[in-house]
């Protein structure tokens, strides 16, 4: 099984610059605030959680127009923030406003 896909929306905390990776790429971090009520096992439970995100390419572009504070729906994937870090981050492929 290779499922790998995640649905998010809450408010931008922080959002960085828009830069470019060595090979023009563009690539935008930012940080995405979360807060809901889920059910679990039949309960009602609070739910609030911060995620670490990137979009990169033609997203990153769309996404480094809004600011922080603003609401926002994402999807995309997870993987780790870098090859010799166990952190997990949210690759953003599509964004709603």
């Known amino acids: ?3 790998n896909s995640v649905a998010l929306s809450g408010s931008l905390v922080a959002i960085e610059p828009l830069r470019r990776t060595p090979a023009g790429v563009p690539l935008l971090n930012f940080k995405l605030s979360h807060k809901s009520q889920q059910v679990e096992a039949g309960y009602k ?3 609030e959680c911060e ?3 990137v979009a ?3 997203a990153a572009v769309e ?3 809004l ?3 603003q609401a926002v729906s994402v999807s995309g994937f ?3 923030k870098n090859r010799m870090s166990a952190q997990l981050i949210l690759h ?3 964004h709603n406003c």
Do not use: F, K
Request: charged share 25%; no cysteine.
């Open 67 to 69: 600011q922080a504070g």
């Open 1 to 3: 099984m290779e499922s």
């Open 56 to 58: 990169v390419g033609d």
């Open 45 to 47: 439970r609070q739910v």
């Open 51 to 53: 995620m670490n995100a």
């Open 92 to 94: 953003v492929t599509r």
């Open 63 to 65: 996404m480094s127009r």
């Open 78 to 80: 997870l993987n780790r």
